[in-house]
């Protein structure tokens, strides 16, 4: 029989609907029956790609002995993570809290009134390795819960109480950020680098792409090649690694390994997206088209396995099929030969170091490439056009015959940040790449979001929407990042639509999420459910900081509009965390961009200029595809209701608009404007001028 999870639309929920466990989601109604049966509560974090969430289910929530010991003595409830990380975010900092580590799944034990007061992550039926069983941790704090109670309850207390944010009157006084704060977070990052493998750390090793964009505007700013070998270092390793899908395109989570040959295997939606920003930013400081084509495959794979047929795109893909972890992604050279043929098949099993001992479990291998084109070229004495013809043709073939598999499960659930950074992401690739498709797929992502990820009204941003149903209030990542896909999708086709549906979330942003009394955001709306902590977000995961984009996005919309009562808030917001970014600079590096950003100089753009003119349209390409971070830019077309519509939301642009002497250029920078310019000329020769020396400029599309 079906648990009450059934009626829930989180594919993660909707996994465990069918346990013997009952299930409660998160509710009053779960936590009144622990009040009325007094029974301690059994809370199980998770997401639906989530390898070890899958092991937990397999082994204890669906067994039945597992099922009549949680229903007998507690309540169960699951949660979604990714519907739900305000409360991820609170139940795995008392994790770390208390064990010093944290993951998935998140096993939570907690009083009737929600404070918890035990924690874990995975736990084995039975004991092994070392590690307790589920069942035992039942039946001991069974016991406590029946004959310690006053422990117990001593304990939550203590726990709650330890997980409040500090007081942040301190931080009010504190100085601000400035350069000393980047040079920091550099020789932090320098320390750590992988020269070897690239990346930062040993292994487990994560993609950490704001880490990436980071080093690219320290380039920008001083010239240091260093900062530039970093990021050229480690995304030509993980394109070339394990981590990379070699047949079908897109990043995996993560390399359990230094070398990034062995991935855990699910893809993100996330990652897709913040990675693309990555390569898409290296492609216009080098102009190297191997960049340019990373990001075409990855928007490639994003278009063909994650989109919605409505325009947005979903969250992921599991790391398992037939119930074994990557699965669907391995090969053998039997298998790879029969398909292929003896000679193809040898020459793509020896390119992509498919072996018969192999690289993972049982002899299968993960493909990977451990020598460049142009070294291969000359070892198998092919020449090079000759041989990427034939292993394109070979990669086609075997994802044609990888189809044909049992796929990993999707996760077909939309939620609203994470659309938003693809958002970001396909925008400013149409900006650097030129190609309309990513901006056409921008704009209909974006309408679906705002379309079904609000009310009519407008007043609220929903998080998740699947199945026709929009749920849960919006949290500080789902504004923050849609914002910022917003801005980036106004400087690439720009629409005053986007500028304003921007400002309209900002200011929804400020009134739900602000702290105006110490400064930054809460992650949770003033609106929201009362929690044991509210809390704001800072530390950069694998996604960058809610409270990072936020700022940044009120400095950006600071210039766009000429509103400095948005950078004096983003600088009461810097102000409130500086002292815990001094700390450990590199693990603020999002944050970091926008202190770079309001360290400036920053560059206002203003074109104008008729859209059937091809020397504005050629300004606006050379303006887009060239990397200054710092940038904004406004066009005046000459259509008056457009220009009319985006000077009442910059008044700044009265008097600018188009006129009949042709197409010409405003530059502000440094809180000083110059002379227009008038010929492309001109134009790359300011542009230039924001780069440092020496540095390579962007090949045009």
């Given at each position: 029989m079906a648990n009450r999870l059934n009626q829930e639309k989180s594919p993660y929920l909707l996994q465990h609907a069918a346990n013997p466990v009952d299930w409660f989601p998160w509710s009053d109604e779960a936590f009144a029956k622990a009040v009325a049966e007094d029974k301690p509560v059994f809370l199980s974090v998770g997401y639906a790609t989530c390898h070890w969430c899958h092991v937990m289910a397999h082994e204890s929530f669906e067994d039945h002995e597992v099922a009549e010991r949680l229903n007998r003595d507690f309540v169960a409830i699951k949660v979604d993570r990714e519907e739900r990380p305000d409360l991820d975010q609170i139940f795995m900092t008392v994790c770390q809290a208390m064990t010093g580590r944290g993951g998935w799944p998140l096993s939570v034990f907690m009083t009737p009134e929600r404070r918890p007061f035990f924690a874990g992550t995975y736990f084995p039926k039975e004991n092994r390795l070392g590690m307790p069983g589920f069942l035992g941790i039942l039946e001991q704090i069974s016991g406590l819960w029946k004959n310690q109670r006053r422990k117990v309850l001593d304990h939550g207390a203590t726990v709650t109480a330890a997980i409040q944010p500090r007081?942040?009157?301190?931080?009010?006084?504190?100085?601000?950020?400035?350069?000393?704060?980047?040079?920091?977070?550099?020789?932090?990052?320098?320390?750590?680098?992988?020269?070897?493998?690239?990346?930062?750390?040993?292994?487990?090793?994560?993609?950490?792409?704001?880490?990436?964009?980071?080093?690219?505007?320290?380039?920008?700013?001083?010239?240091?090649?260093?900062?530039?070998?970093?990021?050229?270092?480690?995304?030509?390793?993980?394109?070339?690694?394990?981590?990379?899908?070699?047949?079908?395109?897109?990043?995996?989570?993560?390399s359990v390994d230094q070398q990034w040959l062995v991935p855990h295997f699910e893809k993100m939606l996330y990652d897709q997206a913040m990675l693309a920003m990555a390569y898409t930013e290296t492609y216009q400081v080098t102009g190297r088209p191997f960049y340019a084509a990373v990001v075409r495959e990855i928007f490639a794979y994003v278009d063909r396995d994650l989109s919605h047929p409505d325009g947005a795109f979903t969250c992921a893909e599991d790391a398992d099929s037939e119930g074994r972890e990557g699965l669907f992604y391995l090969w053998t050279p039997d298998r790879v030969q029969a398909l292929l043929g003896a000679d193809l098949g040898d020459l793509t099993c020896r390119f992509y170091d498919i072996s018969k001992v192999g690289n993972f479990e049982d002899g299968f291998s993960i493909p990977h490439i451990t020598k460049s084109m142009e070294v291969f070229s000359d070892l198998s004495r092919t020449p090079l056009a000759v041989l990427g013809e034939r292993l394109e043709t070979a990669r086609k073939r075997l994802f044609e015959e990888r189809c044909k598999r049992v796929r990993p499960l999707r996760d077909d659930k939309v939620l609203a940040s994470w659309n938003g950074l693809m958002i970001a992401a396909l925008a400013k690739g149409y900006q650097a790449l030129g190609d309309t498709t990513y901006l056409r797929a921008a704009e209909r992502a974006a309408d679906f979001v705002l379309e079904r990820l609000r009310p009519t009204d407008g007043r609220r941003l929903y998080r998740r929407w699947r199945d026709g149903e929009a749920a849960h209030p919006g949290f500080l990542d789902d504004y923050a990042f849609l914002i910022w896909g917003l801005l980036e999708l106004y400087q690439a086709g720009f629409d005053p639509l986007r500028l304003e549906q921007a400002i309209d979330l900002q200011r929804q942003l400020i009134?739900?999420?602000?702290?105006?009394?110490?400064?930054?955001?809460?992650?949770?709306?003033?609106?929201?459910?009362?929690?044991?902590?509210?809390?704001?977000?800072?530390?950069?995961?694998?996604?960058?900081?809610?409270?990072?984009?936020?700022?940044?996005?009120?400095?950006?919309?600071?210039?766009?509009?000429?509103?400095?009562?948005?950078?004096?808030?983003?600088?009461?917001?810097?102000?409130?965390?500086?002292?815990?970014?001094?700390?450990?600079?590199?693990?603020?590096?999002?944050?970091?961009?926008?202190?770079?950003?309001?360290?400036?100089?920053?560059?206002?753009?203003?074109?104008?200029?008729s859209a059937a003119d091809p020397d504005t349209g050629a300004m606006i390409r050379l303006i887009q595809s060239t990397y200054c971070p710092s940038k904004s830019v406004h066009w005046l077309n000459g259509d008056q209701a457009a220009e009319q519509r985006l000077i009442q939301l910059a008044p700044h642009l009265q008097g600018l608009q188009a006129g009949g002497d042709g197409a010409r250029v405003y530059l502000c920078e440094g809180f000083s404007c110059q002379q227009p310019l008038r010929s492309l000329a001109e134009l790359k020769r300011a542009l230039a001028g924001g780069a440092p020396s020496g540095s390579p400029q962007p090949e045009q599309p």
């Open positions: 007081p942040a009157d301190a931080a009010q006084a504190s100085p601000g950020l400035d350069q000393a704060v980047l040079e920091q977070a550099f020789d932090q990052l320098k320390s750590v680098f992988d020269p070897t493998w690239g990346g930062f750390g040993t292994a487990p090793k994560f993609p950490t792409p704001h880490q990436l964009t980071f080093l690219l505007r320290r380039h920008q700013r001083t010239g240091d090649p260093e900062a530039l070998a970093m990021v050229e270092k480690s995304l030509a390793a993980m394109r070339h690694g394990g981590i990379f899908d070699q047949v079908g395109f897109g990043f995996h989570r993560y009134d739900l999420f602000h702290d105006s009394t110490a400064g930054g955001f809460y992650f949770s709306g003033s609106d929201g459910e009362a929690l044991i902590v509210r809390d704001k977000e800072i530390h950069d995961s694998a996604i960058p900081s809610s409270n990072s984009v936020a700022i940044e996005n009120l400095l950006r919309l600071s210039r766009l509009t000429g509103n400095t009562g948005w950078e004096e808030l983003a600088e009461r917001s810097m102000k409130c965390f500086a002292e815990l970014v001094r700390g450990y600079p590199m693990a603020y590096t999002q944050l970091l961009q926008a202190v770079d950003f309001a360290l400036g100089p920053s560059r206002e753009w203003v074109v104008v200029g």
